[in-house]
């Protein structure tokens, strides 16, 4: 049962995003964030305080054994060959993990010495925009090529409410708050150019909010957020 006591309610949710509730608890969750949008926005400043903490975290190397472990356990077979993609398929493995406790080490120690790489010309970013929670299931892939434009590619084919919208937005640093990238269609990529989009850098979050018809009202994100991931530095000259 849900809580009335807002600081009881704060704390399941923490423990929610943590996938520390078992499945009964868990969509009784999952029903209050796409309801309740108090409980959406405390689910919010939780994803950003997780993903803030795991930034501090030391850098440690996996081991070699791994990604042939993961890729087994998500049911992946290696391809006939190598392809461009291998590289950052394998790095984005991670994202899909992130919402477990332990998995959130294992993102931390992929992650941090990207985060701490500078911005050049000629980077390019991915980012895997995965549900919040313990599913932590894969919904949209973001790529910035070396120009710095960007590419919303959806992986699944989400069913909006009528009159509600979903809506693309970045952050870069908590002081300025979120910026809007405008209104996205289910199901449909959407392409920015690098002047839309501005300088991407590694750790960048960006989301995806349900929004009403036309967008949030305020200029910061107003309904739950459906999507949520950090930018990956996949390559540089």
């Not at 994202?95 to 985060?115: E, I, N, S």
């Not at 449909?188 to 960048?204: M, T, Y």
Request: proline residues 9%; hydrophobic residues 45%.
């Amino acid at each position: 049962m849900i809580p009335h006591d807002p600081e009881e309610r704060r704390a399941l949710i923490g423990e929610y995003l943590l996938g520390l509730l078992d499945g009964q608890e868990a969509a009784e969750l999952r029903q209050l964030l796409e309801e309740d949008e108090q409980a959406a926005r405390m689910a919010l400043e939780w994803e950003r305080h997780f993903l803030e903490l795991s930034d501090q975290v030391p850098a440690q190397a996996p081991s070699p054994a791994l990604w042939p472990r993961i890729r087994q356990s998500l049911g992946l077979h290696d391809a006939p060959r190598a392809s461009p993609l291998a590289h950052w398929w394998n790095s984005l493995l991670t994202w899909r993990l992130t919402a477990a406790a332990l998995a959130m080490a294992l993102l931390v120690a992929v992650l941090m010495p990207l985060l701490r790489t500078p911005d050049i010309a000629g980077e390019r970013f991915t980012v895997v925009l995965q549900q919040p929670g313990e599913a932590a299931k894969p919904g949209w892939v973001i790529q910035v090529d070396r120009d710095g434009a960007l590419l919303l590619d959806p992986l699944v084919a989400d069913q909006v409410p009528e009159g509600r919208t979903l809506q693309f937005w970045t952050l870069i640093d908590p002081a300025d708050g979120p910026r809007s990238l405008g209104l996205v269609e289910a199901g449909q990529p959407l392409r920015l150019s690098a002047e839309q989009i501005g300088a991407v850098q590694a750790g960048q979050l960006f989301e995806l909010t349900l929004e009403p018809a036309g967008g949030s009202p305020y200029n910061r994100p107003s309904g739950p957020v459906l999507y949520i991931g950090r930018a990956v530095l996949a390559s540089a000259n």
